[in-house]
């Protein structure tokens, strides 16, 4: 699992990362001047973006564990307010006691509450995790629905959610705007939407809908990686000539390699179960050393 595929960065590298003395990084500059840009200029930084960042992670992906379409739904809205770590090294217990939506509708709450108390707000999650997995077990004949209508009338389940559901559980093509996506679409300057229905709305517009669900991966992705919320790793982002906002970061690159995270920084990913052609490593399970 730990070895790199053909095209994929060697864990605790990242692809096109200037060396020091050399690249965006080295350029004496704090902040690049913004310029006033085209909408036609936008669009087409964005879409280079894309194909850039398609690059840098060709095996990005959900960083939820799951098996099927109701395991995603689990996991994604026990993922509010804490990591995926957190959440792929909880759910196997929850899967083993409670494997269907009937099982977990029957779930008596506080063993549920004890089981997902590392995910924290686990007494609001359970109260959720009850409803959902009822209405699936009373009016979806125990199947979880491939309809945005159908997910976001759920309990706990938003449009976020329900985006995630349907992009990497059915095919269907969803932007998933988080902290991290909202972040950085902000950063590039694709849109100074705050609220997360209209920043879905704005990107929806820039790239075609083929492209909705890989682009989520691959901007929370870098989100994770590199262009972190306190201490963005400008020195050592493959990105950074196409980044209006450079300089909000670490710009020296010995320093900014040293900010990255995940098999960017050669630590230990996210799931405990990654796909083949991830490069890093598995994370470990809960309790683990």
């Known amino acids: ?64 564990d799951f098996r099927n379409p109701f395991e995603l739904l689990v996991a994604t809205v026990l993922s509010a307010q804490t990591t995926d770590l957190r959440v792929n090294q909880t759910t196997p217990a929850l899967f083993a006691a409670y494997p269907t939506p009937e099982d977990m509708a029957a779930a008596v709450p506080e063993e549920m509450e004890e089981i997902i ?3 924290g707000f686990f007494r609001a999650k359970t109260k959720s995790l009850l409803g959902l997995s009822a209405a699936l077990r009373d009016e979806f004949g125990g199947e979880v629905p491939g309809r945005l209508d159908d997910l976001v009338k759920l309990p706990g389940v938003g449009r976020k959610t329900a985006n995630v559901v349907l992009g990497n559980a059915f095919g269907v ?26 920043v879905e709305a704005v990107v929806a517009d820039i790239f075609p809908r083929s492209e909705w669900t890989m682009l989520s991966h691959r901007v929370v992705f870098h989100g994770r990686r590199i262009c972190h919320a ?55 399970a809960l309790g683990a050393a």
């Open 173 to 198: 093509p969803g932007i998933t705007v988080d902290t991290h996506f909202g972040r950085l679409v902000r950063r590039w300057k694709w849109t100074e939407e705050e609220d997360p229905v209209k």
């Open 230 to 284: 306190r201490k963005p790793a400008c020195g050592a982002c493959p990105i950074a000539p196409l980044c209006p906002s450079y300089g909000e970061g670490e710009t020296d690159p010995e320093k900014a390699r040293k900010l990255l995270k995940y098999e960017m920084g050669g630590q230990p990913g996210q799931r405990l179960s990654p796909p083949p052609d991830y490069p890093g490593r598995p994370a470990p």
């Open 1 to 64: 699992m730990s070895s790199s595929t053909p095209g994929t960065p060697e864990p605790g590298t990242s692809p096109g990362t200037p060396e020091p003395g050399t690249g965006a990084g080295s350029r004496s500059r704090s902040r690049r001047t913004p310029k006033a840009e085209s909408r036609l200029a936008m669009v087409r930084r964005a879409r280079r973006i894309n194909r850039e960042l398609a690059e840098i992670y060709p095996y990005a992906h959900p960083e939820l």
């Open 117 to 119: 108390r590392p995910t």
